[in-house]
């Protein structure tokens, strides 16, 4: 079995019909429903005091570091990346090793911008950083979508290495010393962007995450997703349905990118120092872990995949040199425990059969096509 | 004639697996391809839907020329194929499967997708008691009875079956070819691939026999059934 196989085994295994916390939520009256969901985003934006909440705080504090630098610097920018993967891993099918070569997009993208060759401010370079790391996704995905299953995984693997590499050896890029003094978001009213405060720059992610959160919802529901769906159940039987197949995958790598990119510019912004080190290979493995971890092709699992894998180590600081050893056996359960990840893909429950009424006369196969245009 | 294949090479590396083959279908008619493992009838049928690029011939359906045609055009032209085997989703309930055959079309959300969805399930009423359970735990019949049910969901003009008898029961199998009489004679063209010569002979209009790449015989589906060598090559008989 390829690695591929493997992987495809374990993200399409089909998940039980099961009725998930979304669906209890979905089912309740529109004035709960609203008032519950206003209160988990309160209480996420509340999240830099948690630690002095009593038993939450002894459970999520981070001992030896700062919380607050913890949820801004890693766990923020994680649940971002593994939303952006979660939708070319999890919704299209795709296996991509070297994601990380679009979060170096998005971040270099910035620090050129804003500071190695030029002084734009940050709210102008953020959307063009996003803009180049999606024509990066493209200019990748073009020739590289033809291929299939292990050799895409090794391409994009390559990708990650070669935008690394390059940057270490391109003086334009700042070569191995990287680029420093790049760009800060603007200060918004009270929120002032500075070293001493890491709040500003997690309520700015935590903003950020709720709208591509939005996004993509809608995203997954559309003609788009249920393309994805297709491509990812089987690759031929959807173009077989009249799915354009590299049209999708395309998309889902260009928008795949585009978040990626989006991470990049939201922690090159908040460290304002970049270079090459910062983007190892062992970055795309770990984005890639958040996935699987949290529950391929579900985009809560994304989420708390990624916030997981970024704050895990964190809080296991006080093994000391075995913190890495620690998280590595705390992986490996969790795999053989929830082997379709925290939160597994679910099927969506049946509405149609209680709004679907039989038509009134039995039409013919035959009868004048009113299905092509 | 709707589908008009001439002379159609297509290899696999350097091995020729169609060594330019001919045939028709006129709209209306149920079509054959016969042979045995390895003739080229599977290929036959992806080339037709596009999966696979030629190396010489070309493919005209309803007069266009569509040899470079990408797979998913073909779809809305008319051309809808139920693939060899398990080609149907496994991750989703046979209702978005169907849902998924009729999304080549314009008016995917009118009463006609409804009308389609109803006539699919009177076709294959084991498909209705099973419209929320999930393509992959169907067993082998059904899985074949979804996918093509999922095919007729983009009304198309051609139905491409490939091996509809596959790994089915006899009683299971006398059931789909009298189907497949039925949705030919609500006016769908069938090209119909198969391994179970007798009973693809039977309910053609016209069959092909293939071996090796190359058509080897043609005519009538009855005399083909009476023909020697047919006979002595694929049907057992004396």
Redesign the interface.
């Given at each position: 079995m390829s690695l591929s196989d493997a992987f495809k085994e374990l993200t399409?295994?089909?998940?039980r019909?099961v009725s998930g916390v979304g669906e209890r939520v979905g089912d309740m009256p529109r004035v709960a429903r609203w008032s519950l969901i206003a209160l988990f985003v309160v209480s996420l934006y509340l999240m830099p005091w948690w630690p002095e909440v009593p038993l939450l705080g002894w459970l999520v504090d981070t001992p030896g570091t700062s919380f607050e630098g913890v949820i801004t610097d890693k766990v923020v920018i994680y649940v971002l990346v593994a939303l952006g993967l979660n939708v070319v891993v999890g919704l299209a099918g795709l296996l991509d090793l070297g994601y990380v070569g679009f979060y170096a997009v998005g971040a270099y993208t910035l620090g050129v911008l804003s500071s190695q060759h030029a002084n734009l401010p940050w709210l102008l370079c953020v959307p063009i950083a996003v803009a180049v790391s999606m024509i990066s996704g493209v200019v990748l995905g073009t020739p590289t979508l033809r291929l299939r299953g292990d050799y895409l995984a090794i391409v994009t693997l390559g990708f990650g290495e070669i935008i690394r590499i390059s940057a270490n050896n391109a003086d334009w890029l700042g070569g191995s010393r990287g680029i420093s003094k790049i760009a800060k978001p603007p200060n918004i009213g009270p929120l002032k962007f500075g070293i001493l405060d890491a709040k500003p720059y997690f309520f700015l992610g935590l903003t950020i995450i709720i709208v591509v959160v939005f996004f993509l919802r809608r995203l997954e529901h559309s003609?788009v997703g249920?393309?994805w769906?297709?491509v990812?159940?089987?690759e031929?039987?959807?173009?077989?349905?009249?799915?354009?197949?590299f049209k999708f995958k395309l998309w889902a790598f260009a928008i795949g990118a585009a978040i990626g990119g989006l991470a990049g510019t939201l922690y090159a912004g908040k460290v304002r120092f970049i270079n090459p080190s910062n983007f190892p290979l062992q970055l795309s493995i770990l984005f890639l872990a958040a996935v699987v971890l949290g529950g391929t092709g579900n985009m809560w699992g994304a989420i708390l995949g990624g916030a997981v894998v970024a704050w895990m180590p964190e809080r296991f600081r006080n093994f000391a040199d075995k913190r890495v050893f620690v998280f590595g056996v705390a992986l490996v359960l969790v795999m053989v425990f929830r082997p379709q990840g925290l939160i597994p893909r679910k099927?969506r429950k049946?509405r149609?059969?209680a709004n679907?009424k039989?038509?009134q006369?039995?039409?013919?196969?035959?009868?004048t096509?009113?299905?092509?245009? | 004639m709707l589908l008009e294949v001439t002379d159609l090479r297509v290899a696999y590396g350097k091995i020729e697996a169609l060594k330019g083959v001919s045939f028709g279908v006129n709209e209306g008619e149920i079509v054959t391809l016969v042979g045995a493992n390895g003739a080229g009838k599977t290929t036959t049928m992806r080339t037709i839907?596009?999966?696979r690029t030629v190396i010489g011939g070309s493919i005209k359906f309803n007069g266009q020329d569509i040899t470079t045609m990408?797979?998913?055009?073909r779809?809305?032209?008319?051309i809808?194929?139920a693939?060899e085997g398990r080609?149907?989703?496994?991750?989703?309930?046979v209702?978005?499967n169907l849902?998924?055959?009729?999304?080549?079309?314009?008016?995917q959300k009118?009463?006609?997708v409804?009308?389609?969805m109803?006539?699919v399930m009177?076709l294959f009423p084991r498909l209705r008691e099973r419209?929320?359970q999930?393509g992959?735990?169907l067993s082998g019949g059904e899985q074949q009875m979804l996918a093509i049910g999922?095919?007729?969901m983009?009304?198309p003009?051609l139905l491409l079956l490939d091996e509809p008898s596959m790994g089915l029961a006899p009683k299971l199998i006398a059931q789909i070819f009298s189907i497949i009489t039925e949705?030919n004679q609500?006016?769908?063209t069938v090209l119909l691939v198969e391994q179970n010569a007798a009973q693809a002979l039977r309910r053609a209009d016209r069959a092909y026999v293939l071996e090796t790449g190359n058509v080897v015989k043609m005519g009538k589906g009855i005399e083909l059934l009476d023909d020697p060598a047919v006979r002595a090559a694929y049907l057992g008989g004396r």
């Open positions: 399409s295994r089909p998940a019909t003609r249920r393309a769906n297709a990812r159940e089987d031929d039987a959807a173009e077989l349905m009249g799915v354009n197949t099927i049946e149609w059969l679907w039989p038509p006369r039995t039409p013919q196969f035959g009868e096509g009113t299905g092509r245009g | 839907s596009g999966l990408p797979s998913h055009q779809v809305k032209l008319g809808c194929q693939p080609g149907i989703f496994p991750g989703m309930t209702r978005e849902d998924m055959g009729a999304y080549a079309r314009v008016d009118s009463v006609a409804n009308e389609d109803e006539r009177q419209t929320s999930l992959g735990t999922r095919a007729l983009s009304r003009r949705i609500q006016g769908t």
